[in-house]
């Protein structure tokens, strides 16, 4: 898919590690199957239910334009196809912070994405957060598997 920096299948082992926070936000835990990554993603739970052990595809794109160009910061409505058309929940945010955590060959990337307020961090491979830059514009797009 054109545009897309990172795909793959999580399954959740938690929800609300901390306690409920808020009334409509889950903040789910996961681990991807085919890249080890580990998230903490708030998801908005009254439209996005979610249940642990559940499985769901996410993908990071920087645009959801079909043919790869790139995202224009304003939505239009209207018949055109795009990358969202083929899942069930979509978040626009923007990266605002990635570090390294640990050293030599346990060394993890991880960075922290807010979509309006609801938050993402997502650590594991460092070669996987390559692709990503500081204040870059990220969609997440997610579908139950």
């Known amino acids: 898919m054109a545009g897309t920096l990172f795909e793959d299948i999580f ?3 938690q929800l609300d590690p ?3 926070k808020f009334d409509k936000v889950t903040r789910i835990e996961a681990r991807s199957e085919q890249f080890d990554m580990y998230v ?3 998801v908005n739970s009254e439209i996005y239910p ?6 769901f595809m996410m993908v990071l794109a920087s645009t959801i334009n079909l043919d790869g160009t790139p995202d224009t910061g304003y939505f239009t409505q209207g018949p055109r196809k795009s990358l969202a058309d083929k899942f069930e929940y979509v978040m626009q945010g923007k990266l605002f912070k990635f570090f390294d955590e640990g050293s ?4 993890k990337s991880v960075f922290l994405v807010s979509f309006g307020g609801l ?4 650590k594991g ?3 996987i957060a390559a692709k990503f830059e500081l204040d ?3 969609f997440i797009l997610m579908r139950k598997v």
Do not use: A, F, H, W
Request: no cysteine.
């Open 136 to 138: 870059q514009r990220l």
């Open 104 to 107: 030599g060959p346990n060394v």
């Open 11 to 13: 399954r959740i082992e």
């Open 40 to 42: 903490q993603l708030d």
């Open 18 to 20: 901390d306690g409920k």
């Open 50 to 55: 979610m249940r642990t052990g559940e499985k």
């Open 119 to 122: 938050l993402m961090m997502m």
């Open 125 to 127: 491979d460092p070669s």
